[in-house]
Nanobody, 124 residues
Framework: QVQLVESGGGLVQAGGSLRLSCAAS????????MGWFRQAPGKERVFVAR????????FYADSVKGRFSISTDSAKNTVYLQMNSLKPEDTAVYYC?????????????????WGQGTQVTVSS
């Protein structure tokens, strides 16, 4: 059974940084793509970034391009989301997701497995 466990959220001032982690277990993920999504109160869950575990190809939402960076550590089966220059509009619950395909998907429906989410709050 696939398990995804996020950590690293918290409260930070605008302009600050956070690094989110997603520990994955229960499967060999070499042919998977991993994604980060976020959901603000009263809004839909939206795509943030994704990475293919095997080749490391990345793709970002325009809203975070140049500020966020997604990476993997295969030895630890962990996906990271480094978030720099944070803005109040980045405030949301951030979710890690896994997709058993390396084809790019930016919709939540394209991902089969989800973590429980971690809260990120950016104060102005």
């Amino acid at each position: 059974q696939v398990q995804l466990v996020e950590s690293g959220g918290g409260l930070v001032q605008a302009g600050g940084s956070l690094r989110l982690s997603c520990a994955a277990s229960g499967r060999t993920f070499s042919r998977y793509a991993m994604g980060w999504f976020r959901q603000a109160p009263g809004k839909e869950r939206v795509f943030v970034a994704r990475i293919s575990w095997s080749g490391g190809s990345t793709f970002y939402a325009d809203s975070v391009k140049g500020r966020f960076s997604i990476s993997t550590d295969s030895a630890k089966n962990t996906v990271y989301l480094q978030m720099n220059s944070l803005k109040p509009e980045d405030t949301a619950v951030y979710y890690c997701a896994a997709r058993p395909s390396s084809v790019i998907s930016t919709t939540p429906l394209g991902y089969d497995y989800w973590g429980q989410g971690t809260q990120v709050t950016v104060s102005s």
